[in-house]
């Protein structure tokens, strides 16, 4: 007798409705005869007896066979409300059929989610009988359309072991299986069915199929069919044969070329903002894989909470246009930062951002500062996806009062750059900046060797660039790959007298795993200032290193040339290295999200315009990272190998982010 089934995709248990169950047989039933006339209804007549529900007792003296039997047997060990626990196990199934249905088995199983807490037996009686329902369902939506699954409970000291035994059967194949309507795809027809990759004499397997479909209709959007139907296939059982015939009819709806990007009155975006996001243009054929883009970078704006992307018909027949429909997200974010370094003090930050304050996607930023060594009130403007997508307008405001251990400075800045950033949701492999600053700073700090308390007041024109390629894995965690960057800012500077100069420095890390659990990573940093003497650079303007993103074990600006006073005076040139291991101390339970990190820096400041590798200063320790879901939060604890006069004992850096 063969089966005609209308299956309903799904995976799991809604497989086995898909190819399982859900069948209609054709059968002929003989009709009982028809009476000859109605009967009158007698009121007086005696009512008929109920009908018996159809559970008897259970037989304590019968050998158990089912789980209702085993429950009745073990009442006479244990009371029926005594709490147990239980064991379970599958008998019956092959390492074949274990690795079909186990993963899906493990989700579903009542008896597994409750079998940490006690149960009485007829609990524990429910669960089972469920469960080998559950098993029955995985085996059919896997090919064994014959399987059956017998639940047995026997108790064993205070416990229970509930063994499903599974019959599962011959495995059904198809006999036959057909593609339908593929005309229309002209050159692309073989192409698409290959794309569905269920043969004949492959199982029959619900999971398998819904896969394969899935993969051709991805296939099929992106070779440029906008309005491909492809439906569930007509599956069709034989069961006397253990076989089954899969016939799919595809409705390719012809390829199509992109016409126009359609919004609804009052949308966040115009039609023209989304055209300089999409990467597609008018006239190029369609894919699939566009709509995804689109979807992915309106949700890096921070300004969309929900995105729906629909092509439809457009002017013309070989057109469709492609309707938007954007769910506006909360615009305005506050937000509050914490940090604490060894030189650098404590630091307190509070931000007010509206990210859509001119409109599109102008966000403006009011930032306040409040250290130990920084005070500053700053405002900036974004203007992200600028007539271009990833194209970043940025223009600042600032003014600010530092007070590091090399200088001090009053500072008033404005400037602007146009830049080409990376983000979480698209990590760049390249990027670039360019920018102009105009800066106002009276400034005091060493000269040469001398300490110089005097202020002096300098008026700079800078144009820094940045161009970097970064070929890791990850923004904020990366476990292998290597970044490169180079920093270039042709200065001009008016302090008694006018004098330019040029800054640079170079920037590269690489990162390696050597296991699953160990990552090394190393960096080095290149720098020099040439065209004027140190002496004449605006202190702020000069080489520092030393602190929790430079040579760990050293204090904020500690390292390099110090002045009478033993203060720090900065230099023309640096060098700088850092090296460390980062450990997973677990790989699953409680302590899976954090590592330890053992650490090697070093490096130092010189007064000529070229590093001369002398007089290395080293730093060495221990940190901590908490992998969290925002990156990891750093905990350094360092000390100096070779410090110099003043220098602290032991450092501590706590901040967000790998230290690079």
């Avoid at 979807?295 to 469709?320: C, F, K, M, N």
């Avoid at 890791?472 to 292998?480: G, K, S």
Wanted: aromatic residues 6%; contains cysteine.
């Amino acid at each position: 007798m063969s089966c005609r089934t209308w299956p309903a995709p799904g995976l799991v248990l809604a497989t086995a409705a898909y190819l399982a169950g859900g069948s209609m047989c054709n059968a002929q039933v003989a009709a009982p005869d028809a009476p000859a006339a109605e009967e009158a209804l007698d009121p007086d007549s005696p009512l008929d007896p109920l009908p018996d529900l159809g559970v008897d007792w259970p037989d304590i003296s019968a050998q158990p066979t089912t789980a209702k039997d085993t429950v009745a047997q073990a009442d006479a060990a244990v009371d029926a409300d005594a709490a147990l626990r239980y064991d379970v196990s599958l008998d019956g199934l092959t390492p074949e059929h274990l690795a079909l249905v186990a993963p899906q088995f493990d989700v579903v199983s009542v008896l597994k989610a409750g079998a940490r807490q006690p149960a009485n037996l007829a609990q524990i009686d429910r669960r089972a009988v469920e469960d080998a329902g559950a098993l029955t369902d995985l085996l059919r939506a896997r090919g064994f359309y014959d399987a059956e699954v017998t639940p047995r409970i026997t108790p064993q000291s205070g416990r229970a072991l509930v063994t499903l035994v599974a019959q599962p059967g011959a495995r059904y194949r198809f006999a036959e299986v057909e593609v339908r309507g593929l005309g229309d795809a002209d050159a692309e027809a073989e192409t698409l069915r290959q794309a569905f990759g269920i043969r004949a004499d492959d199982p029959v397997d619900a999971a398998a199929v819904d896969a394969e479909l899935q993969a051709l209709r991805t296939r099929i959007g992106a070779g440029g069919f906008p309005f491909a139907q492809v439906p569930d296939p007509e599956v069709v059982v034989d069961h006397e044969a253990r076989t089954a015939t899969l016939v799919l009819t595809v409705a390719p709806g012809g390829r199509k070329r992109y016409g126009r990007i359609v919004v609804p009155p009052g949308s966040l975006f115009s039609a023209e903002h989304l055209a300089e996001i999409a990467r597609f243009k008018p006239g190029q054929p369609y894919e699939l894989r566009d709509m995804e883009d689109l979807r992915r970078a309106l949700i890096a704006t921070g300004l969309v909470s929900s995105v729906g992307i629909r092509p439809q018909p457009g002017s013309e027949p070989d057109l469709v246009d492609i309707a938007v429909a954007l769910e506006r997200a909360p615009p305005r974010t506050i937000a509050g930062e914490l940090g604490y370094g060894t030189g650098e003090g404590a630091r307190a930050a509070v931000s007010w951002q509206h990210r859509n304050l001119i409109k599109p996607e102008g966000g403006v930023t009011v930032r306040a500062v409040l250290g130990t060594v920084e005070q500053t009130l700053a405002a900036g403007l974004r203007r992200n996806n600028f007539m271009k997508r990833d194209r970043v307008l940025t223009a600042d405001i600032a003014i600010a009062n530092l007070s590091p251990p090399g200088y001090r400075a009053r500072t008033f800045l404005i400037g602007g750059a146009i830049e080409r950033q990376t983000n979480i949701v698209f990590q760049k492999r390249w990027t670039w900046s360019a920018g102009l600053n105009l800066l106002a700073s009276n400034e005091s700090g060493a000269i040469g060797n001398r300490t110089q308390t005097a202020r002096r007041t300098f008026l700079i024109a800078a144009a820094p660039a940045l161009v970097a390629l970064d070929n890791t894995n990850d923004l904020l965690d990366p476990t292998r790959g290597y970044r490169l960057s180079a920093r270039l800012s042709p200065e001009f500077s008016f302090q008694n007298g006018a004098f330019g100069y040029a800054r640079l420095q170079l920037d590269g890390s690489t990162y390696r795993p050597v296991s699953s659990r160990m990552v090394l990573a190393g960096r080095l940093r290149l720098g020099s200032i040439a065209g004027a003497a140190a002496t004449r650079i605006a202190p702020s303007r000069r080489f520092f290193a030393g602190g929790g993103g430079s040579v760990r074990g050293f204090g904020f600006q500690a390292i390099g040339p110090r002045d009478i006073d033993n203060d720090p005076t900065g230099g023309r040139s640096l060098f700088e290295f850092a090296s460390e291991a980062r450990i997973r101390l677990s790989p699953t339970g409680r302590l899976k999200d954090f590592s330890v990190v053992p650490f090697l820096d070093g490096g130092n400041i010189y007064r000529a315009a070229l590093p001369s590798f002398a007089g290395m200063r080293i730093g060495a320790g221990v940190g901590v990272r908490y992998h969290s879901n925002f990156g990891p939060i750093r905990v350094d604890l360092g000390t100096p190998i070779n410090p110099q006069r003043g220098d602290a004992r032991v450092t501590l850096f706590v901040s967000l982010g790998q230290a690079f």
